[in-house]
T-cell receptor, first 113, second 113 residues
Framework: GENVEQHPSTLSVQEGDSAVIKCTYS??????FPWYKQELGKRPQLIID?????GEKKDQRIAVTLNKTAKHFSLHITETQPEDSAVYFC????????????FGKGTRLHILP | SAVISQKPSRDICQRGTSLTIQCQVD?????MFWYRQQPGQSLTLIAT?????????ESGFVIDKFPISRPNLTFSTLTVSNMSPEDSSIYLC??????????FGPGTRLTVL
């Protein structure tokens, strides 16, 4: 089955700097890669996703890149703000297959003042 | 996006008892899933709730322990049976909308004494 590895487990960055979270996946049939943000006590919220026919996607301060050959994908947050502090999960799924989403272990992002 | 509600939002139960968690969506969805999230951990898929047929369970989860119903396209239940303290966790349902985007319910926080 699919296995998603996520690094780092914890990340601290100065406010205004950029943050990068990296993930790898094992199943080459995976074709959909969402990122979720979870604030303390809240449900996971989808922040951005990318499909395997696209190499990069950007939404304001957030961007995701995908390298299908290497089975790597990354989340980039620029100009970080205090409200970016949360746990971020990467995930992989086979859309058009079983559709289930398998999550990485998460990255706790701290934005330092 | 789909609006998802779960009942109960939290419960404290005695070991050996069972609890049924309900998940209601405001629109018809094809795919519904149940996840477990233990404190400080990632999301682990329990099963895919199939409408009109038996749920598809992930490795390590069995129907006798986590029976699931999905009587229609907007509703599902997960029962945690014969509970032990190790079952203390947050249980979340999620749904996939017509754009293949997956959203999570608010979760049910279960404590087993």
């Amino acid at each position: 089955g699919e296995n998603v590895e996520q690094h780092p487990s914890t990340l601290s960055v100065q406010e205004g700097d950029s943050a990068v979270i990296k993930c790898t996946y094992s199943d080459s049939a995976s074709n959909y890669f969402p990122w979720y943000k979870q604030e303390l006590g809240k449900r996971p919220q989808l922040i951005i996703d990318i499909r395997s026919n696209v190499g990069e996607k950007k939404d304001q301060r957030i961007a995701v890149t995908l390298n299908k050959t290497a089975k790597h994908f990354s989340l980039h947050i620029t100009e970080t703000q205090p409200e970016d502090s949360a746990v971020y999960f990467c995930a992989a799924s086979k859309r058009g297959g079983d559709d289930k989403i398998i999550f990485g272990k998460g990255t706790r992002l701290h934005i330092l003042p | 996006s789909a609006v998802i509600s779960q009942k109960p939002s939290r419960d404290i139960c005695q070991r050996g008892t069972s609890l049924t968690i309900q998940c209601q969506v405001d629109s018809q969805v094809t795919m519904m899933f149940w996840y477990r999230q233990q404190p400080g951990q990632s999301l682990t898929l329990i099963a895919t709730a199939n409408q009109g047929s038996e749920a598809t369970y992930e490795s390590g989860f069995v129907i006798d322990k986590f029976p699931i119903s999905r009587p229609n396209l907007t509703f599902s239940t997960l029962t945690v049976s014969n509970m032990s303290p190790e079952d203390s966790s947050i249980y979340l349902c999620s749904v996939e909308d017509l754009r293949d985007t997956q959203y999570f319910g608010p979760g049910t926080r279960l404590t087993v004494l």
